[in-house]
């Protein structure tokens, strides 16, 4: 791909201080030793995007040298973080005012100290999110996993998002490699599509095209969580990648096994994205069957077919809303509408 249009996330350790109950990376930490050094990231492409994740980056006592190298390669930076390190936190922030914070919030404080096993979590996360926005910090915002423990503060979240003016990210439970996970369900769909359902119509509501961007993605979170194929297949190993802290080159982080086109400790990006191993991943992307719908796939996948994604916000704006009486009952499952009728004859699984 020409330079600065790749979606990349760079998972920079697997260490963690918290133990959320959807995801065991805690309990398989990376050695430092075996993490991703400043050399390996020097060999990194042109990026229109990175996010830096783990594991928790903070605990990285060398992440400043690392947002240093990466933005002399990408135009954007977020940092994934469950917000613990403030004081970390806020010194990067001095030094690069400009990267993205996104803080792991998973409910109100109940709920979130239950689903993330870090005392005082919550307290932890809102006070360095409130520091940010005292230091005068301008790309701010919090996320939150959805599952049946946490869906009933899903909007309370938002709107305490909005009333901060900070970004709100959503995802729900996944099961891969990365999350160590193999048993992530949601036991009540209904309960936990019924919460996305009220979000939807909350950022359909808003003055704010992001938003309104942002209610379609939501919108095919459930239509996930009822098992149904992707709204736009993914085409992961080819516009967007991750790197693991070992080095390799994978297409995603929501694939069952890890699937490597290489590694950088050992080859150059050039030889590894070119190579034939990297063109066997990508006929595995598009043979799986996972249907992920996360952000770091969808995002790239909306913004290349951007007209599925308009015209359903038209479509609902004009509507005046949205309900999950829109979707289809097929053989006593629920299934989704399909936005785009020639992809739903293309054969696409992801």
């Not at 133990?19 to 060999?43: G, H, Q, R, Y």
């Not at 940010?132 to 938002?158: R, W």
Request: hydrophobic share 35%.
């Amino acid at each position: 791909m020409s330079k600065r249009n790749l979606y990349g996330s760079v998972i920079i350790t697997y260490r963690c201080n918290a133990k959320c109950n959807m995801c065991d990376c805690f309990k398989d930490p990376s050695k430092p030793e075996e993490e991703l050094t400043l050399e390996v990231i020097k060999k990194l492409p042109e990026m229109a995007f990175t996010n830096i994740t783990g594991g928790e980056p903070f605990i990285r006592k060398d992440l400043h040298e690392i947002v240093r190298e990466l933005y002399k390669k990408t135009d954007r930076i977020v940092i994934s973080t469950n917000g613990y390190f403030t004081d970390r936190i806020l010194e990067l922030c001095r030094e690069f005012p400009e990267v993205g914070i996104r803080i792991s919030i998973e409910g109100l404080q109940e709920a979130n100290d239950a689903i993330r096993g870090i005392p005082d979590g919550f307290n932890r996360g809102y006070n360095t999110l409130k520091k940010l926005v005292v230091a005068g910090h301008k790309d701010i915002g919090f996320g939150c996993t959805v599952q049946e423990m946490n869906s009933e503060d899903l909007v309370p979240l938002y709107k305490l998002s909005d009333e901060l003016g900070m970004e709100f990210a959503t995802a729900t439970l996944h099961n891969s490699f990365y999350f160590r996970k193999t048993d992530n369900r949601i036991g009540d769909r209904q309960k936990v599509a019924r919460a996305f359902e009220q979000l939807v119509n909350q950022l359909l509501k808003s003055s704010s095209p992001k938003k309104w961007f942002r209610a379609y993605f939501n919108h095919g979170l459930i239509n996930y969580i009822y098992g149904n194929r992707r709204y736009l297949p993914c085409d992961m190993g080819s516009n967007g990648f991750f790197v693991d802290p070992y080095g390799h080159v994978l297409p995603c982080n929501g694939s069952t096994e890890r699937m490597s086109m290489g590694d950088l400790k050992e080859n150059s990006w050039e030889e590894i994205w070119n190579s034939p191993r990297a063109e066997e991943v990508r006929s595995m992307v598009k043979s799986c069957d996972k249907n992920c719908w996360m952000i770091g796939s969808v995002a790239p996948a909306m913004k290349q077919r951007i007209r599925v994604p308009l015209w359903w916000v038209v479509r609902h704006k004009l509507k005046g809303g949205y309900s999950l009486k829109e979707n289809k009952f097929i053989d006593g499952k629920e299934y989704g509408t399909y936005e785009n009728r020639n992809d739903r004859t293309k054969g696409y699984s992801v």
